[in-house]
């Protein structure tokens, strides 16, 4: 088992509730609780100027990277 899954399964929580406005209710979550991987809804985490840093970094140098014509690629089986 990866390390990631490893963690996730011993930290990470799903659930779930029906809700007749959920983006009411997702504001409400956001405020509630320490979610620092999310910056929708979430700018006042601290974590959250860092993280928009690193995804704008991340953007800009995938953006940057060569891509591979798909229509001149072999399919190997």
């Not at 990631?4 to 930290?11: A, C, G, H, I, S």
């Not at 799903?14 to 999310?38: G, R, T, Y």
């Not at 974590?47 to 800009?60: G, T, V």
Request: with cysteine; aromatic share 10%.
């Amino acid at each position: 088992m990866q390390w990631l899954d490893k963690w996730m399964e011993q930290n990470a929580f799903v659930c779930w509730v029906e809700h007749s406005k959920p983006w009411d209710k997702e504001a409400d979550i956001f405020h509630e609780l320490d979610l620092p991987l999310n910056i929708q809804l979430n700018s006042h985490h601290p974590f959250a100027n860092e993280l928009s840093q690193a995804r704008r970094n991340a953007s800009a140098q995938a953006i940057a990277m060569p891509i591979t014509d798909q229509h001149n690629q072999r399919r190997r089986v």
